[in-house]
């Protein structure tokens, strides 16, 4: 099951996460593992393309999928797998109650698109999409419809007169569904995809989009992104007595560095502010007790349709590798010729680890150490078990603005050392578990493009999205005063603009321009096993 890095061949290594029974059966199979067995795969995009949402038979085309594609639970390895996740539209189209609808997370129920929303993200402003989007505007989303508390005319105890009309943002192409396809080659992947396709057109679903998925480990075992760069190093290791444990059937351990409670990703679950998180609800029905849904705790007279379910944010994120390089190549000549006697160490590579915080292996940079880097661990493997304040407080190996530092700051941020644990605690409330993969074929030449579409499907899984993903976005990544900056927000995922290089005895500024761009994205309710079957009976 789960791998640290979780996207690495299986391989000698730290103890893996599993489930225990019986929820290892109740819960998709991606939640615990990346499928690093199955190299290749493919983003099905999918459209239900009837109107009115019906009265009985709106999960008919979830059944005829389950026939070909069956969804993949987490009790153990597949030779091949599948996962699935649906926007709050293509609930609402399947006929799932308004009741029910209703009970879903805000940030779910109003789609990534909402216009307030879109600002938080740093995708659209103004009515103007940023230079953080392709050009034109993102390709597709849920297109999910204002939410009523938009259009609310309700009479309200105090009068005002300011009028806010929010704006509906739809993209060309609408998503109700994305089923995500793990195989061994990309032969049957193909042919799997043709299958796919045909048992769903005669239930009006279209497949409207689609990326080839890829996931390559080197020797190693480490995946890379198209820049070249470890992908997936850092990840959260959730624990909970009883429920997530290892191969023995011992409860995992809590990590230290990186351990959230199970319900930072799992609904149902104790979760890191010691509360239950919450998902949705179903009215007791024999149809929703007959999928195998539990009666709801806190809720008599309701089912859990959240248990052992999830959010799953979807971003897709096109990478231009030739401009990113070439910019970084001029970035170190522009230093080496301004300053000869102390940049000779200075190349692309060098700069684009500083964006980055870590080398190409995955090496967190390190100062104080010979090579510049943290020393792998004991695995061999891209050591993650570190934190910040004690190690490189001020930034001079890994910046204080770079990509990672941003992502899970740990505890760097805290003003005092008795603060660190504060700090540390309140940074792993925010963890997301990233299970994206790379699309798009590989660039032979770094440094010229070939005009390919290439770039990373960015999928986290969270249960409080507006906590843990959007938190991460909004205020770490594109905060221009992160840790006591100024004006700059993330290197790699953020507008042009300009990141702050400790050195000694001087500091180096240099502009790094916006290489990763939105293609799309959208919020998905990822499912439990009975609540696919129950809304399979839909």
Known sequence: MDQRPVSAAPQKGPPSWKLAPPHDTLTQGMVVSGFASLPTGRALFLEFCWDKAPKKGGGGWLEALQAVAPITDADGKDARAAGIGLTWEGLRKMGLHPNTLASFDRPF???????????????????????????????????????????????????????????????????????LLYEKDEETAEAWCKTVGEALAPHNVKIVHGLPLDLRPDERGIAREHFGFADGVS??????????????????????????????????????????????????????????????????????????????????????????????????????????????????????????????????????????????????QPDNDFLFYDRDRHGHGC????????????????????????????????????????????????????????????????????????????????????????????????????????QDPLRRIIEIDTFVKMAGGEYFFLPSMPAIRYLASL
């Open 109 to 179: 129920k109003e789609g990534m698109f909402q216009e307030d929303r879109l600002r938080r993200l740093g995708d659209r402003r103004e009515d103007e999409w940023l230079q953080t989007v392709i050009e034109g505007g993102p390709k597709w989303s849920g297109n999910t419809p204002l939410d009523n508390a938009a259009v609310d005319d309700e009479a309200r105890a105090f009068d005002d007169t300011e009028q806010i009309v929010e704006q509906r943002v739809k993209t060309p192409i609408t998503v109700h569904a994305l089923l």
């Open 235 to 380: 990840q959260p290791a959730p624990f909970e007595p009883g429920t997530v444990v290892i191969k023995s059937g011992e409860d995992y351990p809590h990590d230290y560095w990186n351990g959230v409670p199970l319900g930072e990703v799992l609904m149902g679950h104790v979760n890191g502010h010691h509360e239950v998180a919450l998902g949705p609800v179903v009215e007791d029905t024999p149809a929703g007790r007959a999928a195998g849904l539990p009666a709801h705790p806190r809720g008599e007279g309701f089912l859990d349709l959240g248990l052992d379910g999830s959010y799953m944010v979807v971003r897709e994120l096109k990478q231009d590798v030739a401009a990113f390089w070439n910019s970084m190549q001029a970035g170190a000549e522009r230093i080496n010729k301004r300053d000869p006697e102390h940049s000779g160490h200075i190349d692309a590579e060098w700069i684009a680890s500083r964006v980055i915080g870590r080398d190409l292996n995955g090496n967190l940079l390190c100062p104080n150490s010979k090579t510049g880097v943290l020393p792998v661990d004991k695995y061999d």
């Open 399 to 502: 910046p204080l603005g770079s990509h990672v530092r941003r992502g899970n700051p740990r505890d760097g941020l805290a003003p005092k050392p008795s603060d660190k644990q504060t700090l540390l605690d309140a940074a792993n409330n925010h963890r997301i578990l990233r299970r994206g993969r790379k699309y798009g074929p590989d660039i032979k030449d770094p440094k010229t493009d070939d005009g390919a579409d290439r770039g990373l499907l960015f999928i986290c899984l969270n249960t409080d999205i507006t906590r843990q993903f959007e938190f991460v976005q909004q205020t770490w990544m594109l905060n221009p005063n992160f840790a006591f900056l100024y004006d700059e927000v993330d290197p790699l995922l953020g507008p042009k603009g300009m990141l702050t290089i400790p």
